[in-house]
């Protein structure tokens, strides 16, 4: 069975520096999808940034980034710069098979970014 | 750019009533998928449509039904409600025409069962 495990429930950061969240999965999927989605406080869930398990080259999305490390099967997420909207639940994510909809979600790590 | 719609954004029902949630998705989005966020959970996700056959099926239970329509909307149809039920249901859309291509979600429906 896919799992995505995110070992930190809450973190915090400083206002402008920079925090990296968590994340392990494990899959039998060849080909797939890892995400990292956003859940601020209104509840929508916002794509924040997305890797083909196929690229060897970590995703970048102006100051957010990952590191993924296929063979430890590790999709961790860089925010640089924090800012105060960066407040929010992150959810890791995976896919079935690259459908990118069918998803499995992570517990979640509540980000609070502190003026 | 059009989003995916969801309605009502808020219903309350009692135990053992019966709630249609509906998804419109994003123009030319042929793919629609079902997720239940339980408070303080992660979503769940329940099950999947593509050109109007259901493709996948993950936690649904058993008292809920979906189906996607000609124009691509769906509907999540939830019979005899428990207390259990309250959630939030998002619908999410894609389109598998494309290459490459994410799912997008919609704003949710927020579900109390009194």
């Known amino acids: 069975a896919q799992t995505v495990t995110q070992s930190q429930p809450e973190m915090s950061v400083q206002e402008a520096e920079t925090v990296t969240l968590s994340c392990t999965y494990d899959t039998s999927e060849n080909n797939y999808y890892l995400f990292w989605y956003k859940q601020p406080p209104s509840r929508q869930m916002i794509l924040v940034i997305r890797?083909?398990?196929?690229?060897?080259q970590n995703a970048t999305e102006n100051r957010f980034s990952v590191n993924f490390q296929k063979a430890a099967k590790s999709f961790s997420l860089k925010i640089s710069d924090s800012q105060l909207g960066d407040t929010a639940m992150y959810f890791c994510?995976?896919?079935?098979?690259?459908?990118?909809?069918?998803?499995?979600f992570g517990k979640g790590t509540k980000l609070s970014v502190k003026p | 750019a059009a989003g995916v719609i969801q309605s009502p954004r808020h219903l309350i029902k009692e135990k053992r009533e019966t709630a249609t949630l509906k998804c419109y998705p994003i123009p030319r989005h042929d793919t629609v998928y079902w997720y239940q966020q339980g408070p303080g959970q992660d979503p769940q996700f329940l099950i999947s449509f593509y050109e109007k056959m259901q493709s996948d099926k993950g936690s649904i239970p058993d008292r809920f039904s979906a189906q996607q329509f000609s124009d691509y909307h769906s509907e999540l149809n939830m019979s005899s409600l428990e207390l259990g039920d309250s959630a939030l249901y998002f619908c999410a859309s894609s389109t598998r025409q494309a290459v490459n291509t994410e799912a997008f979600f919609g704003q949710g429906t927020r579900l109390t069962v009194v």
């Open positions: 994510a995976s896919d079935y098979g690259g459908s990118q909809g069918n998803l499995i």
């Open positions: 890797q083909e398990a196929y690229k060897q």
